[in-house]
């Protein structure tokens, strides 16, 4: 007779080494989040902790080193879910959504895919709300708005140029990662307060200025920034350059010089 119980049934066999597996993960997961502990008790925790340029970069190193069957989409939901645990660990930050004209439901499934399921999010009407909410709440809030340049969402980024505003910086395009079409626009943009990310690689500026007499593209060439007009709001216009620009770049500040006024970089961002 064949003995045929649990010990000597294949499948079970596999699925102790499942559970092998998931003990060995969870080990790893805990281990890693007291490794994110120690980075955090020694950090300066004067400004919110994210850095998204870094993020981009450790998820493009995953991406390219994961094994088979690894899909990329797989690899960059497990590890958005540990960073947002680790950054629960080192501040509480809000998420409001200010979706305007497009769709909130939407805006609100690509905040909690980046964020983390944990992460308290909220919908507060339009973006320029949602921009407040950031700017009053600085240590605490980043606040996501559909893509400025988008079809449909209503022309509300040249309330960007309001001094109240100016705090306030573009420090991710969302989601990480890029669909199929090469050179598509992000979904949505996340701003917060204090200085833009150091540079993820391949990163995309967006810069807004003042163009009464329409010299952007010709400012753009003299200052030697590869970039275009996306949007305009007379006399505003909303610009994209090809690369980093921090926001202490002497090339955008020579914009001024070259028929721009009100040159401000509003932010970085980089994709997957």
Known sequence: MTDTGPQNDPLEAVRREIDNVDKSLLALVAQRLQLAEKIAGAKDQGGLPIRSGREVALLRRLIAEAPAPLERELVVELWRALIGASLRRQRIVDVVVGGGRSDPTRLFDVARRHFGARTRISHVGEPQAALQKAAENPQTVVAVTPWPAAPGVGSWWPALSERRFHDLHLIAGLPFL???????????????????????????????????????????????????????????????????????????????????????VLGSYARI
């Open 178 to 264: 890029s669909g199929a079409a090469s050179g598509a626009e992000p979904e949505a943009c996340v701003f917060a307060a204090g200085a833009t990310d150091s540079a993820g690689g391949g990163d995309i500026t967006l810069l807004l200025a003042f163009d009464s007499h329409h010299k952007a593209q010709r400012a753009l060439n003299e200052a030697g920034l590869v970039g275009r007009e996306v949007a305009r709001s007379e006399p505003r216009v909303l610009l994209r350059v090809e690369e980093f620009v921090g926001l202490n770049d002497p090339r955008a500040a020579a914009l001024n010089s070259y028929g721009l006024e009100g040159v401000r």
